[in-house]
């Protein structure tokens, strides 16, 4: 099924409802990374997920990994991930409760997301199971360019695009975009503004994803999992 982007901005933002900002609150506002699909904000709010209510005394944090859905797949493990988390200064995780691998379901299909962050979780979804994804639009220029960076590539059949993936690329793309982007969005707790919320967590996933990893992107046979603590 393809899917319909609207601009670049739109379409990576899933703030569901508007409040005053506090550290209470902010764990309660579910952002997303990339949505690929257009919330209605004049609709009543509706749960994207499953709510994990933060700790006061949670120590560390644990997986949850839910069967990704007829078609499609988790591309990366919870090792991995926590390999990558293990990688980044400490005091980052310490907000950080529950990573969950989340299902793919009907309703999800027509708003489906690569990454969420809601609460004290982190939330990322499976994608297609041959790591080649359908839409009806031509990819915005910031789109091409950050396939490029992690090794996706655009192609065009007819009036339709497909973003195709290797195992390195998705991967790649995961742990050192995804997962670094939505644990920004935990992490901030400054901004309130969506559009705000949103370039801080672009910049912390370039500044603490993409750039300390580079160095094995260049590596052709290599596969860009982590890198060292700062």
């Known amino acids: 099924m393809a899917h319909n982007r609207q ?14 900002v506090s550290r209470e609150v902010t764990f309660r506002q579910p952002f997303s990374k990339r ?23 949670a120590t560390g944090y644990r997986f949850i990994v839910q069967h990704p859905g007829r078609g499609y797949r ?6 991995e991930v926590r390999q990558r988390l293990e990688a980044l200064p400490e005091h980052f995780l310490r907000p950080l409760q529950v990573v969950q691998f989340s299902r793919m379901t009907r309703k999800k299909k027509s708003y489906p997301c690569y990454g969420m962050q809601w ?27 950050e396939a490029r960076m992690y090794g996706g ?3 065009q059949e007819g009036r ?22 939505e644990l920004g969005h935990l992490l901030d707790d400054r901004n309130s503004r969506p559009v705000d ?8 996933a370039i500044r603490y ?8 992107r260049a590596r052709p046979h290599s596969a860009p999992r982590h890198a060292s603590k700062r």
């Not at 949505?35 to 994207?48: D, I, S, T, Y």
């Not at 390195?168 to 742990?175: C, G, N, Q």
């Not at 919320?197 to 912390?204: I, K, T």
Request: no cysteine; aromatic share 14%.
């Open 7 to 20: 601009t670049l901005l739109a379409a990576r933002l899933a703030y569901r409802y508007h409040a005053p």
């Open 197 to 204: 919320r949103e370039r801080f967590a672009e910049w912390f």
């Open 74 to 79: 988790h591309v990366v493990t919870p090792e």
């Open 119 to 145: 609460g004290a979780a982190l939330y990322l979804y499976p994608i297609e199971e041959d790591l080649v994804e359908h839409y009806d639009q031509p990819p915005k220029p910031a789109q091409l360019n």
């Open 153 to 155: 590539r655009w192609v």
């Open 35 to 57: 949505a690929r699909g257009e919330a209605n904000q004049k609709l009543p709010f509706v749960p994207p997920e499953d709510w994990h209510e933060p700790q006061e005394r």
């Open 160 to 181: 339709s695009w497909k973003l195709v993936w290797t195992e390195e690329a998705i991967k790649d793309f995961y742990l050192n975009n995804i997962l670094i982007h």
């Open 209 to 216: 994803g993409y750039l300390p990893t580079r160095h094995l």
